[in-house]
């Protein structure tokens, strides 16, 4: 772009070009100082897809009556029912419950995340009262006053053979398992990808995988994931073992350091190795039903958000890291800003997220298309039920809810918590064994090797996560980690 004079843009003085997609709204709303530019991109923000001939109202309509009919069909009452007859969740009540109650325990805490960054606020000189547009920029310097720290700063922390010697420690005293280095074994892809083997506690070879570790634009995309290359399986009485491989993008190692993580790809790491491990350990034998494979959409983020949780343990975290100046492991300072950062307006987001999944399920059970309530307004009762803010009438979220109208969550975002619940209960679980017990945490991780990572998609998620915690779960440690317990 060039300026109205002809010069060339430029980073610092323009003319920039805002866009809506996620990685450039949220920093503008976050750190841009002009109100009123930053109320103009929110209001385009929640009018997206919402006005002429892009307005995806009428599409959604006929999404929505279109599932009726199928499920009309189908013999189900709605769509919600037909769409947890798949999943894990044994009706619509229980995700409904589910969702109160983590409502009923955001609520408030949400109403103060509001009030904090008020006084904030007007402490600072603006003299208007908040409106949405303001709520973004004000929280940001609210957590930056408090806690803020940078990736910069925990990199040095983070060498990534250190931090996978305390992943593959942390497995050894879980689930018995340990890696050897298979390098030569097996042909790669690239010179950077690594191939582990994972032996059993009896010294029995059960998996191998591949680790991907860094950043490479031109061959990989962003972020991180983990799939099967192949999955366990038994053909003609000939058992295969399965084969993992984890990507992810991590900064490549130079001549005089190796790569350094920042502390969100060492959740990262730990998220997708969860994944990893229910794919590892599976002891099922048919693979379309082994580790990862045929597992409920609302039960396959279990085990990898339970790896996340030990990102939290003090010893286990602090144990992966060793500066690489110093050989120091991270200060007490730092761990504390990073549990902090977790518990930041968690109300708020809880409430947001709760919004969505609120909304998903009255719209696959309630509405109807030839009511005079059209999905709108159903969205919008909800919404000023789960806003700390009223929301503005304008307000047409649902043109761009691409999860449930063209993605995989129709009347199934509710996972998202869902999952949360029953990981965060299954670490607690841990928990309660005393996270110290080294005697307790190995037979209860044996335990949940057995159970969660054995059965994969083989079993009932209910019954096994039920035979691991001995009852159905309960939201009660999601909310203690958040720090929204009564």
């Known amino acids: 772009r060039k300026a109205e004079d002809g010069s060339a843009a430029t980073p610092q003085n323009g003319p920039w070009c805002i866009t809506l997609d996620y990685p450039c709204y949220v920093p503008f709303m976050e750190h841009h100082r002009n109100r009123q530019q930053r109320e103009q991109v929110y209001r385009a923000f929640i009018t997206r897809a919402a006005d002429g001939e892009w307005d995806n109202a009428p599409l959604i309509t006929r999404i929505l009556k279109l599932r009726r009919d199928q499920v009309a069909l ?24 589910m969702l109160q109650q983590l409502q009923d325990a955001s609520k408030q805490p949400a109403l103060n995340d509001l009030k904090e960054i008020q006084e904030l606020a007007q402490k600072s000189g603006q003299q208007e009262p908040l409106a949405h547009w303001d709520v973004a920029f004000w929280a940001e310097r609210l957590r930056e006053h408090r806690f803020t720290y940078t990736d910069d700063e925990l990199r040095p922390y983070f060498p990534l053979p250190r931090v996978l010697d305390g992943l593959f420690n942390l497995c050894t005293r879980l689930f018995g398992i340990t890696f050897e280095k298979a390098d030569g074994q097996a042909p790669v892809w690239h010179d950077d990808v690594q191939f582990f083997r994972v032996l059993h506690e009896n010294g029995k070879t059960i998996a191998w995988f591949y680790l991907d570790p860094y950043s490479r634009p031109a061959e990989k ?3 991180a994931w983990m799939d099967n290359c192949l999955s366990r399986r038994n053909v003609d009485g000939e058992l295969r073992l399965p ?10 190692p130079t001549a005089d350091q190796p790569s350094l993580m920042s502390f969100k790809e060492v959740e990262t790491l730990f998220h997708e190795f969860g994944h990893g491990l229910q794919a590892m350990l599976t002891t099922i034998d048919y ?4 580790g990862v494979n045929g597992i409920e ?3 396959v983020e279990i085990a990898s958000q339970f790896m996340e949780n030990w990102c939290y343990h003090k010893p286990t975290l602090t144990g992966m890291t060793a500066h690489i100046e110093t050989g120091k492991p991270l200060p007490d300072e730092l761990f504390d800003k990073i549990c902090a950062a977790r518990t930041f307006r968690a109300g708020s987001l809880m409430m947001r997220q709760l919004e969505f999944g609120v909304t998903d399920i009255a719209l696959h059970t ?3 298309p030839d009511s005079e309530k059209s999905a709108f307004d159903i969205h919008m009762d909800i919404a000023k039920k789960t806003s700390a803010l009223p929301p503005l009438p304008e307000n047409r979220f649902l043109c761009a809810f691409a999860h449930i ?6 009347a199934g975002y509710y996972s998202y918590k869902w999952s949360e619940v029953l990981s965060a209960d299954a670490f607690s679980a841990f928990e309660e064994a005393g996270l110290d017990d080294e005697q307790a945490i190995a037979a209860l991780g044996r335990k949940y090797r057995d159970t969660i990572l054995a059965f994969g998609g083989g079993r009932d998620p209910m019954a096994v996560f039920k035979d691991f915690r001995g009852r159905e779960p309960r939201v009660d440690a999601l909310l203690r980690h958040y720090g929204l317990e009564h």
């Open 405 to 410: 109208f063209a993605g995989g969550y129709a």
């Open 287 to 290: 693979a379309d039903a082994a």
């Open 221 to 223: 995309r962003g972020g």
């Open 243 to 252: 084969v993992v491989h984890l990507c992810c993008n991590g900064t490549p």
């Open 74 to 97: 189908l013999a189900y009452d709605n769509y919600a029912d037909l769409s947890l007859a798949s999943k894990m969740a044994p009706d619509v009540a229980a995700v409904k419950k």
């Open 297 to 299: 959409w609302d039960a």
């Open 366 to 368: 309630i509405f109807n």
